[in-house]
């Protein structure tokens, strides 16, 4: 299923092309057209990562060229028409549309300066991403199986008290060491769908509730320095970071996130909701949190 797709027109020697980029539930796909007549085609799955397309082009009076396609920030797409070594055509002039792949040599690199810190980042916070994605799975099957948004939010909100609980009891990390913000946020999320119960309020709680994160972390970034949210994000992550930027721009995604939770639940039916608030919000906050990670990271010999 397309979620979004770029279209790139452009001439080459008297043909009309266009390159579209097509971004779909599980990956990009990147095709080159000549006269309306597709000529190649090129696709990665998310899980594969980003990379910069190169697609060949080569007319009927013989004249051959390259064609790039390729992010060159966060959420845009441009082209690059190279003939004989010489740039001829830009969508973007002066844009690095390799941007997308140094987002991604960046986790890489912070992959492998955690497989050598003795016990990873991954083993220690291994069960509370565990517990993380099997709540949202509970929500997801719950509201499938009886089609009822505020029942699957309740549901979800108690089996996440219920951990706080079981916590306790285990050695095992649970709630990714956020014990004191999570118990609350989880009691306010489960209160709210105790009082608001209607589907259209199950649906808007992450708009509100992210909102409401969102000025919270802000605030921790501008008047704390991110001392309390940004010191218990950075123990998931192998490097150092600048904690009042990583949680002033966790702030701006929340705002970005819950804009876009409420566009989708006034504009699509409540199944669509659901399957965006589930599977394609998470490629979304992967690729922002990349870039916030990069704006955040110190430089080596950088002091806090």
């Avoid at 043909?15 to 579209?20: F, T, Y």
């Avoid at 990562?49 to 390259?66: C, M, N, R, W």
């Avoid at 721009?249 to 566009?263: C, E, K, L, P």
Wanted: charged share 15%; glycine share 10%.
């Amino acid at each position: 299923m397309k979620i979004w797709s770029y279209s790139r027109p452009f001439s080459f020697h008297g043909q009309s092309c266009e390159v579209k980029v097509t971004l779909t539930r599980s990956e990009t796909i990147s095709s080159l057209y000549v006269d309306d007549f597709l000529v190649d085609e090129q696709s990665i799955k998310y899980s594969d990562g980003i990379i910069t397309f190169v697609h060949p082009l080569k007319i009927a009076s013989g004249v051959e060229a390259q064609v790039e396609s390729g992010y060159f920030n966060w959420r845009n797409v441009g082209i690059a028409v190279t003939e004989n070594g010489r740039l001829v055509h830009e969508s973007h002039p002066g844009e690095d549309l390799s941007y997308g792949e140094a987002l991604m040599e960046d986790l890489y690199r912070m992959k492998e300066n955690a497989s050598g810190a003795g016990e990873s980042k991954w083993a220690q916070n291994k069960y509370s991403i565990y517990a993380d994605l099997g709540l949202a799975a509970l929500f997801f099957i719950v509201s499938k199986v009886t089609g009822d948004l505020v029942l699957a939010a309740i549901v979800g909100g108690v089996t996440g008290l219920g951990l706080i609980v079981l916590q306790r009891f285990v050695k095992v990390d649970l709630l990714g060491g956020f014990a004191v913000f999570g118990t609350i946020m989880l009691a306010i999320s489960t209160a709210f769908s105790l009082v608001l119960q209607d589907s259209y309020w199950v649906q808007m709680k992450g708009t509100a509730l992210g909102l409401f994160t969102a000025s919270l972390f802000m605030a921790d970034g501008l008047l704390r320095q991110g001392a309390y949210f940004g010191a218990r994000f950075e123990r998931y992550m192998p490097g150092p970071l600048h904690h009042n930027r990583l949680v002033i721009g966790m702030s701006i995604m929340g705002i970005v996130s819950a804009g876009g939770n409420y566009v989708v639940a006034e504009n699509f039916s409540e199944d669509f909701w659901l399957m965006y608030t589930t599977f394609l919000d998470f490629p979304i906050f992967m690729l922002s949190f990349l870039v916030i990670l990069r704006w955040a990271r110190k430089s080596e010999g950088a002091t806090a």
